[in-house]
């Protein structure tokens, strides 16, 4: 009995020789690489730190220096200066789950493929760290980094667990490349939806105030989101800028605000930005809305070519589309004002009027072009209820045509501006005027048209100026067909005769005023030269009573000589009366 005693002993104080022996290899450099080996070699994970470090004035808790761990075959998922665990008698059942986890001086870095740690935490606390997160949609590094989890129970899939309470704050947060500083978020996770009851950050010189929340299965609810005094610049559009939110499957917006606004990128710009947004819900780049209303003024707005001062635009939205209550804007020198709304069904947005007043308006270089180009598939068919025009002054610096339009006033009823996404007149009834035109170089007074569209043809029943001394009045005929066969007939009395030879007709030889009629015929059709399909017929009698007749075939021009003008016939002297 005795002997075994004595046995058991030996082998006790043997143990705690071992224990201890362990307990100081393993502080060292050595002892740390041979269980970091170990555990490299005996399952998927890849850890390295230089030393174990224990205080007995805190014997609960282990502290490993200058760690790095990560899955085999992959880059290293943490960096810390330091990681502090703490350890409780949990220990004793459930090894893996710790008191704590304290991460400092690090930096964490994560992407698109789960994670699995094989430890668990009461509390998950970050100290001073840096985090970086690649792969689409979101790009996100963060520094200075504090805050806590608890508790941490991370599954596959669920990095942050089911259950837990979230409180983390950060000096500087950089997302698809908008920086944030002073970054807090407080939330917790219950039954795997995610709630952010505190969201705020001073934002590009503003600040940024948000709660929100995302369910199960990844969409969103934005209860409030506030923006104030931001100045934001971008090197991206518009759409690139917000296509992460976007790219999203739901995100619902209950109330947003934003106040006092700059933001800038290339090609687009708006100053003193003021909007309210609510009860809309964006999916994939669509959007719904129940009940919804979106109203916005600012100073400035520029989109491109489109440059508007002081936009105001009130709207309501609904399932079948979007009322627009008010939109005004000065633009371009002068006012637009317009309201109707666009009906998500048939793709139509109907104005119920439409008033332009002391515009100056250049045509960009290609707007031939544009206006052939088939519009986006949510705008099928433009319409106009009512629409006026007064004072307005429209110029085209084109070398081939130049035109100008000044005092241009008009109005036109039902008209149809877009029909299967192209441009065009397709329907309605239209009258314009104005105090002075000029076309290729050469001036004309007081010119005005009246025309009506309809699905068959665009019929021009009066087309006058004057021009010169006198006046040209014509009428004409379009085809709305693809071929655009029209009919031209013009009358000039007493104008000058070289006025069609700045329009494309030469007249050679041809000076001062007189008289002309003009029939022609062609096609309009995009893509086919104008000329090559002109025929028609030219008839001049100058001021000296000689005749000038010219036809066109299919592009060419024939002459024929000028006929002298009819003599009076001469008086017998006999029969002349005495003086």
């Not at 994560?110 to 094989?118: C, G």
């Not at 500083?181 to 039954?191: F, K, S």
């Not at 109707?340 to 008033?355: C, F, K, M, P």
């Amino acid at each position: 009995m005795t002997l075994l005693k004595k046995l058991i002993v030996t082998l006790l104080v043997a143990i705690i020789l071992v224990i201890v022996a362990l307990y100081i290899v393993v502080q060292t450099r050595w002892g740390a690489s041979q269980v970091t080996r170990w555990i490299n070699e005996n399952s998927r994970y890849h850890l390295t730190f230089d030393r174990l470090d224990h205080r007995w004035a805190s014997p609960t808790h282990l502290v490993l220096d200058n760690v790095s761990f990560g899955q085999n075959g992959h880059p290293a998922s943490l960096v810390a200066k330091s990681v502090d665990i703490g350890l409780s008698s949990r220990q004793l059942t459930r090894p893996r789950h710790v008191a704590s986890l304290t991460l400092i001086d690090g930096t964490l870095n994560l992407n698109n493929r789960p994670l699995s740690v094989p430890l668990q935490a009461d509390t998950l606390r970050l100290n001073r760290m840096a985090l970086n997160r690649s792969g689409d949609p979101w790009q996100l590094s963060g520094h200075q980094i504090n805050g806590g989890i608890s508790p941490w129970l991370p599954e596959a899939g669920y990095p942050l667990g089911k259950q837990a309470q979230i409180e983390i704050s950060a000096g500087e947060i950089t997302l698809n490349g908008i920086p944030a500083r002073n970054v807090l978020v407080q939330g917790n996770i219950r039954d795997r939806n995610l709630t952010l009851t505190t969201i705020g950050a001073d934002l590009s010189r503003g600040t940024l105030t948000a709660s929100a929340r995302r369910d199960v299965s990844g969409h969103w609810l934005i209860n409030t989101l506030r923006l104030n005094n931001i100045r934001l610049q971008s090197d991206k559009s518009p759409g690139e800028l917000l296509k992460p939110v976007t790219d999203l499957a739901s995100v619902k917006i209950n109330n947003m605000d934003v106040t006092d606004a700059r933001l800038q990128g290339p090609g687009w710009a708006v100053t003193d930005l003021d909007m309210n947004l609510r009860n809309v819900t964006l999916n994939r780049g669509a959007w719904r809305s129940d009940d919804g209303t979106l109203s916005l003024n600012a100073s400035e707005f520029i989109y491109g070519r489109l440059h508007l001062f002081d936009p105001i635009f009130n709207a309501d939205l609904a399932p079948g589309g979007v009322k627009l209550r008010q939109f005004t804007s000065r633009w371009e020198n002068g006012m637009v004002r317009t309201s109707g709304e666009w009906q998500r069904a048939s793709q139509t947005l109907a104005l119920n009027e439409l008033v332009l007043a002391g515009v100056e308006y250049t045509l960009p270089e290609n707007w031939r072009s544009l206006w052939q180009t088939q519009l986006p598939e949510w705008l099928n068919t433009v319409a106009v209820k009512s629409a006026s025009a007064s004072r307005n002054l429209l110029i085209d610096i084109n070398p081939d045509f130049p035109f100008q339009l000044t005092g241009l006033d008009g109005s036109g009823s039902q008209l149809q501006l877009v029909r299967n996404r192209q441009w065009g007149l397709w329907s309605g009834a239209l009258n314009l005027n104005a105090a002075t035109a000029t076309f290729n170089r050469t001036d004309l007074r007081h010119p005005s048209i009246k025309l009506d569209a309809a699905s068959d043809a665009i019929r021009v029943s009066e087309l006058s100026a004057f021009a010169g001394e006198g006046l040209m009045e014509a009428s004409a005929t379009v085809s709305q067909l693809p071929q655009r066969q029209f009919s031209l007939t013009m009358k000039g009395r007493n104008v000058p005769l070289d006025v069609l030879s700045h329009w494309g007709w030469p007249l050679p030889g041809q000076k001062g005023n007189g008289n002309m009629t003009l029939n022609l015929n062609g096609s309009l059709a995009a893509g086919t030269p104008l000329k090559s399909g002109l025929n028609g017929q030219l008839k001049v009698t100058d001021t000296q009573g000689r005749q000038t007749e010219q036809q066109r075939v299919n592009g060419e021009l024939t002459d024929n000589a000028p006929t002298p003008a009819p003599q009076p016939p001469l008086v017998p002297q006999a029969a002349m009366p005495a003086p």
